[in-house]
Every structure is written in structure tokens, then in C-alpha cells.
């Protein structure tokens, strides 16, 4: 069902501003002495972030004033956030290791959530010039071609990403294990959205802004994406994280569920 005139005007928005976001990405990134800091959660925090937020914040929320908003570099405001019904997910650097150390590995996405789902999406990877977009319903693009990913119900010898934690759950399965350790979760659902992975995993708390761009990649691309228990995600809650993430085909997907149950 195609979108909305009101959505695609948003659709072309958020393709120009992610665009842009990647782009002084790249020059900031080129600067030999890149600030970067600490986080009291010991994550770090590039001057490269906070740029990119701040044109989020000029170029995006300045023209959705009404909107809700969730942003890594941003506070929350839960109670502000919650009131509304259409949500921006923004990540400005998903892979902030990988800017600092000059590495390739590292993307900028953001998604428009209405009611609790995702129904925009772009993720943009200005060091390769890859441009994921994705809108409910319509499909989805890696530089305007459409993905479909591959699906199977095996697990034998299935390229599958993610933390150790949960990587190790699957050993005895004969999977293609892929720990990933540079690459984040962002580009990990997007490069299953495009084939490139046929799986992704991961136990623990991931935040909002590191999966919502990435689940509706992957979902327009046909496949799934849940938790570990396979519980789907709603967005705009009170904790801007999900307990887990399992993304694949849709018969893959559910095979990854057993085998993280049994």
C-alpha cells in the first residue's frame, strides 16, 4: 500500500537530512584531532555525534516541531515523547568506536515511528556511499535497488552476527558464527536486509535508536525481527530499549527462536 502524500513528504525529508548527517560525517571525520569523550556509561561520544545531532536537530525536528523525539545524544523526555504519536528514532553515529579510529565501520540512521511501530527508515553509510531506505509497506532499497533477502528453515552453515553471549547458544547448530565486534547493529540488520548476513543476534538491552531504522530494513526486505523470546517491538515505551534482537527470513528467523529457547 503505498504511503501517505503526508509520509512521502516526511520519506524525502529524512532521505535529505540523513544525507547531509553522513556527509559532514565524513568531514569531521578526516579532522586529526576529533574531540571525543567518555559517557558515565562508558561508551564514547565523538564532537563527530554531537555535530550530526545538532543537524538533526536543525534540519528534521525544527520542521517536525510536533513530533516526538528520541535521539542518542539527545535527554529524553519519556512523558513529552510518549503524549505523541509519531516518533523520530535517530542514531547520529551508529559505530562511534569505528569513526574515532578512522574505520569504515560505522553508520547514521533514524526512522519515523507512528504508534509504536517503524514506518520510515534510512540508514546511510557515507564511507562506501551505501544508502539503505525502507518505508512501510513498500519495500525496501540499498542506492534504489529493492532487497529481498534469502530465507531457509537451516541453520547449517548460516552466516549469523552478533555478540558471543548469544552466538554461543547456536554453535552446536553448525552455523557460519560472524562475533562482528566492529560492526554495529544498524549496519548488522541492514546487511541482512541486503543478504550480506542471514542472521543476526544478540542477548541483552538494545537501545531504540540501534535497532528501529534497521528492523524495518529488514522486515520491508521480508524477513523478521524480534526479541529472544520473539516478542515483536513497540517503540515510544517508557524505556527506549528491547530486550534482545533476532532478525532473519521469516523461516530462519523462527528456527534462531527454537534454538535461543531451547
Same mark, same amino acid.
Given at each position: 500500500?503505498?504511503?501517505?502524500d503526508?509520509?512521502?513528504?516526511?520519506?524525502q525529508?529524512?532521505?535529505e537530512?540523513?544525507?547531509? +548527517?553522513?556527509?559532514?560525517?565524513?568531514?569531521?571525520?578526516?579532522?586529526? &584531532?576529533?574531540?571525543?569523550w /567518555?559517557k558515565p556509561?562508558?561508551s564514547?561520544?565523538?564532537?563527530?555525534?554531537?555535530?550530526?545531532? &545538532?543537524?538533526?536537530?536543525?534540519?528534521l525536528?525544527? #520542521?517536525?516541531?510536533?513530533?516526538?523525539?528520541?535521539?542518542?545524544e539527545?535527554?529524553d523526555d519519556? !512523558?513529552?515523547r510518549? +503524549?505523541?504519536?509519531?516518533?523520530?528514532i535517530?542514531?547520529?553515529? &551508529?559505530? /562511534?568506536?569505528a569513526?574515532?579510529?578512522?574505520?569504515?565501520e560505522w553508520c547514521?540512521?533514524?526512522?519515523?515511528?507512528?504508534d509504536g511501530r517503524?514506518?520510515l527508515?534510512?540508514?546511510?553509510?557515507?564511507?562506501l556511499?551505501?544508502?539503505?531506505?525502507?518505508?512501510?509497506g513498500?519495500?525496501?532499497? $540499498?542506492?534504489?535497488e529493492?532487497?529481498?533477502?534469502?530465507?531457509? /528453515?537451516?541453520?547449517?552453515?548460516?552466516?549469523?552476527?552478533?555478540?558471543?553471549?548469544?552466538?554461543?547458544?547456536l554453535?552446536?547448530l553448525?552455523?557460519?558464527?560472524?562475533?562482528s565486534?566492529?560492526l554495529?547493529? !544498524?549496519?548488522? $540488520?541492514?546487511?541482512?536486509?541486503?543478504?550480506?548476513?542471514?542472521?543476526?543476534?544478540?542477548?541483552?538491552k538494545?537501545?531504540?535508536?540501534?535497532?528501529?531504522?534497521?528492523?524495518?530494513l529488514?522486515?520491508? +526486505?521480508g524477513?523478521?525481527?524480534s526479541g529472544?523470546?520473539?516478542?515483536?517491538?513497540i517503540?515510544?515505551?517508557? !524505556?527506549?530499549? #528491547?530486550?534482545?534482537l533476532?532478525?532473519a527470513?521469516?523461516?530462519?528467523?523462527?528456527? $534462531?527462536?527454537d534454538?535461543?529457547?531451547?
Open positions: 500500500m503505498p504511503v501517505s503526508a509520509l512521502r513528504a516526511d520519506q525529508l529524512l532521505a537530512v540523513v544525507r547531509a +548527517a553522513g556527509e559532514l560525517g565524513l568531514s569531521l571525520g578526516r579532522k586529526k &584531532d576529533l574531540q571525543h /567518555t556509561d562508558g564514547h561520544v565523538t564532537e563527530g555525534d554531537l555535530a550530526i545531532n &545538532d543537524l538533526f536537530e536543525a534540519r525536528r525544527a #520542521q517536525r516541531p510536533d513530533d516526538g523525539w528520541l535521539s542518542e539527545t535527554p519519556p !512523558q513529552a510518549m +503524549a505523541k504519536r509519531r516518533l523520530w535517530i542514531d547520529p553515529i &551508529d559505530g /562511534t568506536t569513526f574515532m579510529e578512522g574505520r569504515k547514521v540512521a533514524a526512522a519515523l515511528a507512528i517503524p514506518v527508515a534510512a540508514v546511510y553509510r557515507p564511507r556511499e551505501e544508502f539503505y531506505a525502507a518505508a512501510a513498500e519495500g525496501a532499497t $540499498l542506492n534504489g529493492r532487497l529481498a533477502l534469502p530465507d531457509s /528453515t537451516s541453520l547449517e552453515g548460516a552466516r549469523i552476527a552478533g555478540n558471543r553471549k548469544a552466538l554461543s547458544g554453535a552446536h553448525g552455523i557460519a558464527a560472524d562475533p565486534g566492529s554495529p547493529l !544498524q549496519l548488522r $540488520l541492514a546487511y541482512v536486509a541486503a543478504g550480506r548476513l542471514d542472521g543476526a543476534v544478540s542477548i541483552g538494545r537501545n531504540d535508536w540501534d535497532l528501529a531504522a534497521g528492523e524495518l529488514v522486515i520491508e +526486505a524477513g523478521a525481527v529472544v523470546s520473539g516478542e515483536g517491538y517503540y515510544n515505551r517508557p !524505556q527506549p530499549w #528491547q530486550q534482545g533476532v532478525a527470513g521469516a523461516k530462519r528467523h523462527a528456527a $534462531l527462536i534454538a535461543l529457547s531451547a
